[in-house]
């Protein structure tokens, strides 16, 4: 029986932020629920230009200026260097608003904004350089738990780390000295309308545990957790999306399939449910994991044809091998027939156990040199499968990024592509700067290709390889 919302993400974590929320002395809490308490709280420093509107749990800001407008909270003599800020982002119209965290005293708005954008979430670094600020995004990462709108974005500092939260789940950490302590803004840069909820700042420090277990059952979500970036294109691209409670994936002679999530795993258990629906019988599907390198990537598949292998980047494509412990397609009885996959690896034992059915398949896989930071599905080469019931469990906790540990991304960063915007001290943008591009998509060589992320494809022979 299926169950709707089977989303297992970060709930150690969810819990720990939780728990020590309730333990901790609140510095500022404002919930907007009454317009004299929230006055008294903040001093609104662009109030010839800028409207301030409380009521009902809302606090909406409209900035009509040209020059940055801010509502201010002055923490005193004792402005806090360990912290936890969690405030939320209702909505917004126009240029880049949010939290203004560690802000230093003066006119200038200096100090660091935590913000959310084009479904991105992000801390800016505001600095000054001789007349203009410079608005630099320190912390930029794309993010399945921001909702279309309500967000409550959180940012923790200590010392020097910063931990980031979307909605209760870890972001993603980031390391800087510029600013250690400060007061807080709500800060809207010009034209711009933004409606802010609750605002909270705490005297605890709140530490980000990467996500240890996920599993998803393709009933209605959307494939909103799961990443599509590696492809094989041979002319049909190929279909991939919930149909029926699980997830469908269709591709076209010379192409593949690709999906997966970001999760850290050492050792672990993940499971499956694949059905082969119609196409050829030796076309393969199955697990992949990936690294965080461009064509680092393990394969655990079977076929229709009741065949199994396993293959990793920089091997040779394995020797398929049958099994009567893999039921395949059914095409030949009239029956879809459904094979319940599991890799598992244990701990302190750098070999990986497929297994279908329950029963071990006997792999040749060798030692895998590069960490494994994702997990997901594929299928290739002119074939339908269907797939239900995925989960994934990390035997231990992954280790906390902390101090100046740098974020591991797969990914190239999204903030070298932003471009940086130069404002005068008076808060008016004076021009933009464009960081250095991106490699570009390219084709080298006939039937191989590069997609975004640099991983190398090709197709051979008219069947899918990866290389």
Same mark, same amino acid.
């Given at each position: ?6 989303? @297992?993400? /970060? !709930? ?7 728990? %020590? ?8 809490? &404002? $919930? ?63 240029? @880049?608003? /949010? !939290? ?7 006119? %200038? ?8 954008? &084009? $479904? ?63 007061? @807080?803004?709500? !800060? ?280």
């Amino acid at each position: 029986m299926k169950q709707s919302g089977r989303y @297992l993400l /970060g !709930a150690f974590a969810a819990l720990l932020i939780a728990a %020590t929320q309730a333990f901790c002395a609140d510095l500022l809490l &404002d $919930g907007f629920t009454d317009p004299l308490a929230s006055r008294d709280k903040w001093i609104n420093n662009a109030a010839d230009n800028m409207t301030v509107a409380i009521n009902g749990g809302s606090c909406t800001l409209n900035n009509t200026s040209p020059y940055i407008g801010e509502y201010v909270h002055d923490f005193g003599a004792n402005k806090p260097a360990t912290f936890t800020l969690s405030y939320t982002l209702k909505s917004t119209q126009g240029e @880049l608003s /949010g !939290a203004l965290f560690c802000r230093q005293p003066g006119d %200038t708005p200096q100090g660091y904004i935590l913000t959310a954008e &084009d $479904g991105a979430v992000a801390v800016y670094k505001m600095t000054a350089t001789g007349n203009s600020i410079n608005a630099n995004p320190i912390f930029y990462k794309k993010s399945f738990d921001l909702k279309p709108a309500d967000n409550k974005l959180a940012v923790s500092k200590q010392n020097s780390s910063f931990n980031v939260f979307v909605n209760g789940e870890y972001q993603g950490s980031f390391s800087d000295a510029s600013y250690n302590t400060g007061d @807080l803004s709500l !800060a809207l840069f010009n034209n711009t309308k933004t409606v802010f909820g609750e605002v909270r700042v705490t005297d605890e420090f709140t530490p980000g545990n990467n996500r240890t277990a996920f599993s998803d059952d393709f009933n209605g979500n959307n494939l909103k957790y799961w990443r599509q970036d590696i492809t094989i294109d041979g002319g049909q691209p190929p279909s991939v999306g919930e149909t029926d409670g699980k997830l469908k994936m269709t591709v076209g002679a010379s192409s593949g399939a690709f999906i997966y999530v970001d999760i850290n795993l050492t050792d672990f258990e993940a499971k499956v449910e694949a059905s082969h629906l119609s196409g050829k019988l030796a076309s393969t599907y199955g697990f992949i994991l990936v690294g965080s390198g461009a064509s680092e990537m393990v394969k655990f598949f079977i076929t229709g044809g009741r065949q199994y292998s396993v293959w990793k980047s920089g091997d040779a494509m394995h020797a398929m091998k049958s099994s009567s412990k893999i039921r395949g397609s059914g095409q030949d009885i009239g029956m879809v027939l459904t094979d319940t996959l599991s890799i598992k690896k244990k701990d302190n034992s750098p070999n990986y156990e497929f297994i279908a059915n329950g029963e071990p398949l006997e792999i040749d896989l060798g030692q895998v040199n590069f960490a494994i930071k994702g997990i997901g599905l594929f299928c290739e080469g002119e074939i339908t499968v269907a797939f239900d019931n995925f989960d994934v469990k990390q035997s231990h906790p992954v280790s906390i990024i902390k101090g100046d540990k740098k974020q591991i991304s797969r990914h190239p960063s999204s903030v070298i592509t932003r471009d940086r915007a130069f404002y005068d001290l008076r808060g008016r943008q004076r021009y933009t700067a464009a960081a250095s591009t991106q490699g570009r998509v390219q084709t080298r060589a006939a039937g191989v290709y590069v997609n975004k992320n640099g991983r190398d494809v090709a197709v051979r022979k008219g069947r899918a390889v990866s290389e």
